[in-house]
Each structure stands twice: as C-alpha cells, then as structure tokens.
C-alpha cells in the first residue's frame, strides 16, 4: 500500500533560520506529490505540489523537489518568518488506488515553530 | 477561487445525540468530496469518500451507520455523527476534487465536534 513518512516534531527554529522538513513516501503507482500547512484552528491549505519526477514545487519561499529515484519530497525554505509556524503535512496522491477518486494519503505532520 | 466551507465550525453536544456537519463548495462543482478525522496532534484520517448521487465509500474500521454522510448535490455532502460519544470527539474535516480529471482536494476549514 502507500504510505508517506515525515520526520517527526515539534521542530523550533529561530527567525531567518533554514528549514527541512523531510518527506520519503513508498507507492504503488507514479503518486503525484504535496505539501499542505495547517495554521492553528484551520484547515489544510495546499502549499506546493510536484506532479512527476524532477519537477519542483514551490510557493511563499518554501520549495520541494520530486526525487524519484530516492522517493522523497523533502520541504525546504531558506529563510522561515513567525508566520510560518504551523503543521506541515506531506501527502501523496497514486492514481493507481482509488480509482479516479484521487485519495490522499497523509504524513503524521511536523509541528514547527519559529521564534523571534 | 475552490473555495470550501463547512458549517458549523464548533458544535458541543450531549452524549446520544446526532450531529449533522455540511460540506459546501460554494465556487465550484465536486463531484467527488472526502472526509477526515483529525486526533489531536496527529494526522488525517480518511473516513470515507463520497461520490455525487451514490453511496459513499467507507475506510476500513469506520462505521457506516455510525457516520452517515450524504452527497446529495454537487456542492453539498453532509457527515451526520449518529448517537454520538465523547469518544467521537474530534475535529472534521471535509474537502472536495472537481471533476474533469482534476486531481487536486480543496478543504474546509473544520469542524471542531465535542461530546459530552
């Protein structure tokens, strides 16, 4: 089955500091892959995404690289604000289960707060 | 743009009542929403998968007459926890996938259930 394993939190990180936020995941099919954030008392947001091998995503200064051949996805930003503190979920989508229903199987989240 | 609600956004119950949870998408049609529970400091739980006019699809070792969900049009689902314990006490969460092939889950902003 697929599975998608983060590092675990909490992660505590000062203002400008770099952030890495691993993700490897194990799939049947060729998944499309996500990062979702999730601010105190929200939903999920969708972050970034990267639909096949090589390809990066990348949004408000938070990047990712789909790496096949290591099956990872690991979430990284050069510079992290007070604003980014929130759970960050890696999640992957196999076309290959669910049918074209697209299930979405999540990381555990990793916590992260940046102090001033 | 694939914006998502949910009503109501807190509910506090007793112990035996039913709850009813609404999932809109108020900007586009879902023909496919999902739902979620989330644990305190852990992930998402996939409950079930509902597809517009049919039955939904139950994860294995959720309770279908307990959590009855309904996808009556394609921009309303609605999760009504049945006879409801404090053991059900969780936040909720719903999203939804257009279709057309799209892949991508747009989510609301959860439902925080208390049973007391």
């Known amino acids: 089955g697929n599975s998608v394993t983060q590092m675990e939190g909490p992660v505590t990180l000062s203002e400008e500091a770099f952030l890495t936020i691993n993700c490897t995941y194990t799939?049947?099919?060729?998944?499309?892959l996500f990062w979702y954030v999730q601010y105190p008392g929200e939903g999920l947001q969708l972050l970034l995404k990267?639909?096949?091998?090589?390809d990066k995503g990348s949004n408000k200064g938070f990047e990712a690289t789909y790496r096949k051949e290591t099956t990872s996805f690991h979430l990284e930003k050069g510079s992290v604000q007070v604003s980014d503190s929130a759970v960050y979920f890696c999640?992957?989508?196999?076309?290959?289960?669910?049918?074209?229903?697209?299930?979405?199987?999540f990381g555990k989240g990793t916590l992260l707060t940046v102090n001033p | 743009g694939a914006v998502v609600s949910q009503h109501p956004s807190r509910v506090i119950c007793k112990s035996g009542t039913s709850v009813k949870i609404e999932c809109r998408s108020l900007?586009?049609?879902?023909?496919?929403m999902f739902w979620y529970r989330q644990f305190p400091k852990q992930s998402l739980m996939l409950m079930a998968t509902?597809?517009?006019?049919?039955?939904?699809?139950?994860e294995q070792g959720v309770e279908k007459d307990k959590f009855l969900i309904n996808h009556a049009s394609l921009t309303l689902s609605t999760l009504t926890v049945t006879s409801a314990h404090p053991e059900d006490s969780s936040f909720y969460i719903c999203?939804?996938?257009?279709?057309?092939?799209?892949?991508?889950?747009?989510f609301g902003p959860g439902t925080r259930l208390t049973v007391l």
């Open positions: 990267a639909t096949k091998a090589d």
């Open positions: 900007d586009f049609q879902a023909t496919t």
């Open positions: 999203s939804a996938k257009p279709g057309g092939g799209a892949y991508e889950q747009f």
């Open positions: 999640a992957l989508s196999d076309p290959n289960s669910g049918g074209s229903n697209y299930k979405l199987t």
């Open positions: 799939a049947t099919g060729y998944p499309s």
């Open positions: 509902s597809n517009e006019g049919s039955k939904a699809t139950y």
